[in-house]
């Protein structure tokens, strides 16, 4: 009997292809809303349904929520070479000021606005930039003015729109314009302030609003009060000085405004003063009272900012403190609380020097996983100081007004 050959212990390797792993569609959104826009808009190529659920609205708001949690700041970089007066806009993360010093602005050709026909930032909302453009006739002095909507990162641009004309007789301090996002229609709109109203004599400042998508000025609710936007700043002798622009809120554009009434004590600044607020879905505006408690104004004239999500209002205490008020419930004049109170020598800032135009402008507050507060100010101040002192300037645990 001849034996028998020994069995193979190897297994017959199988032709048929293994189907990859599959991974839920829930999982694959959630992962996908967690990148950068720049990280997403690569990630498009990898299949259809990728592409598809990049670009529906859905996921884009859900997206845009995430991405609050790390933000950018919005920077407006001038090319003083340039005898055209080109600049360019760029965007920093807040995490590179809180983790450098210095910072190095980015240069790309890409983000210079004299490519795209444009001079100006007229503001940016939600990751969308609001660009302004103009030409000059030399012989009528008729300014003709566009506008266009740019989403620097997904590179892509609108037409030329909201097209007018006005006569160019130095009007560059009594018309200014505001970009926000109307919540309630889902929509992007432009705001013309213009000093007087021809149709009521009792308004200080008339208003407009642009819709993008509707390319039709609308005359809107006139102003009783003129927004500091308006009023002329000795600084700004070449647009760079926008501490008084009005700053969007929650469907809302807000400004600090001279109440200019002659029957209100000039040395009161609580009376001299007071918010405006526009809310873009019902395009009225309603007025608030500044806190109780600034009592006194210095050289160094107050401001409004957005911190954590809240209306804040800043000014100087006796050329020593910076006071910073909060109103806790939006709307509420009763619900302003001094938020926080820190002395200039903590950033480094002396008055005594005789630096009235310097003055600070809070740009974000964070609190980090050990709970500790960040607070990241602008330096304002003339523009041959604007080029040698730092823009920015961390404040580590400042010390909170309970």
Same mark, same amino acid.
């Given at each position: 009997?001849?034996p028998?050959p020994? +069995? ?5 390797q199988s032709?048929?292809p293994k189907?990859?792993p599959?991974l839920p569609e ?8 967690r990148?950068?826009v720049?990280h997403l808009m ?6 259809k349904s990728w592409?598809?659920l990049i670009?529906?609205?859905v996921f884009t +708001?859900m997206?845009?929520s995430?991405s !609050?949690?790390?933000?950018f700041f919005?920077?407006?970089s001038?090319?003083?070479? !340039?005898?055209?007066?080109?600049c360019s806009?760029?965007? %920093? *993360?807040v ?5 450098n010093?210095?910072?190095t602005?980015?240069k790309? *050709?890409?983000?210079r606005?004299?490519?795209k ?5 007229v503001?940016s909302?939600n990751?969308l930039?609001?660009l302004i453009?103009?030409s ?6 008729y300014k003709?003015?566009w506008?266009?909507?740019?989403n620097p !990162? ?12 006005y006569?160019?007789k130095n009007?560059?301090k009594s018309?200014?314009?505001v970009f926000?996002?109307d919540n309630s229609t889902?929509?992007?709109?432009v ?9 009521d004599?009792e308004?200080k400042?008339?208003?407009k !609003? ?11 609710q006139?102003?009783p009060?003129?927004p500091?936007q308006?009023?002329?700043d000795?600084r700004e ?5 926008k501490e008084?622009d009005?700053i969007?809120?929650?469907g809302s554009?807000?400004w ?6 002659d ?6 600044p609580?009376? +001299?003063?007071?918010i405006v ?5 019902t395009?009225t505006?309603t007025?608030?009272?500044? *806190?109780e408690?600034?009592e006194?104004e210095s050289?160094v004239?107050p ?7 809240s ?5 100087d ?11 806790m419930?939006?709307?509420?004049? +009763?619900?302003?609380?001094q ?7 903590s %950033?480094r800032m002396?008055y005594?020097f ?5 003055k600070l402008m ?13 607070l ?7 523009p041959?100081?604007?080029m ?7 404040l580590e645990?400042?010390q909170p007004?309970?």
């Amino acid at each position: 009997m001849s034996p028998q050959p020994p +069995k193979s212990h190897r297994r017959r390797q199988s032709n048929t292809p293994k189907t990859p792993p599959t991974l839920p569609e829930e999982l694959i959104t959630d992962i996908l809303s967690r990148l950068t826009v720049k990280h997403l808009m690569q990630m498009k190529c990898v299949s259809k349904s990728w592409n598809t659920l990049i670009t529906d609205p859905v996921f884009t +708001k859900m997206h845009f929520s995430r991405s !609050a949690l790390n933000p950018f700041f919005s920077l407006i970089s001038n090319n003083l070479s !340039a005898r055209d007066g080109d600049c360019s806009f760029v965007t %920093v *993360p807040v995490n590179r000021l809180l983790e450098n010093r210095y910072i190095t602005v980015p240069k790309s *050709p890409y983000f210079r606005l004299r490519d795209k026909e444009c001079r100006d930032v007229v503001g940016s909302c939600n990751g969308l930039v609001c660009l302004i453009g103009y030409s000059i006739n030399e012989w009528t002095k008729y300014k003709r003015v566009w506008f266009r909507f740019w989403n620097p !990162a997904t590179r892509s641009i609108s037409e030329k729109l909201g097209y007018f004309f006005y006569y160019d007789k130095n009007e560059r301090k009594s018309i200014k314009f505001v970009f926000g996002y109307d919540n309630s229609t889902d929509t992007y709109k432009v705001v013309m302030l213009r000093s007087g109203c021809e149709s009521d004599p009792e308004s200080k400042v008339s208003a407009k !609003a642009f819709s993008f998508g509707g390319n039709v000025w609308r005359n809107i609710q006139s102003f009783p009060v003129v927004p500091l936007q308006l009023v002329m700043d000795p600084r700004e002798n070449n647009g760079v000085v926008k501490e008084n622009d009005g700053i969007y809120l929650s469907g809302s554009i807000n400004w600090l405004a001279y109440r200019d009434d002659d029957n209100l004590r000039k040395d009161n600044p609580v009376e +001299k003063y007071v918010i405006v607020s526009l809310d873009l879905g019902t395009e009225t505006n309603t007025q608030f009272l500044l *806190p109780e408690g600034f009592e006194k104004e210095s050289y160094v004239g107050p401001s409004v900012c957005v911190l954590k999500d809240s209306l804040c209002f800043c000014h100087d205490l006796d050329l020593t403190d910076f006071v910073i008020w909060q109103m806790m419930e939006f709307g509420n004049e +009763k619900s302003w609380t001094q938020f926080l109170k820190f002395s200039y020598h903590s %950033v480094r800032m002396n008055y005594e020097f005789g630096l009235p135009l310097l003055k600070l402008m809070p740009l974000h507050l964070s609190e980090n996983e050990q709970g500790k507060l960040y607070l990241i100010l602008r330096y304002v101040g003339p523009p041959s100081r604007i080029m040698l002192k730092a823009w920015f300037q961390l404040l580590e645990n400042p010390q909170p007004q309970l």
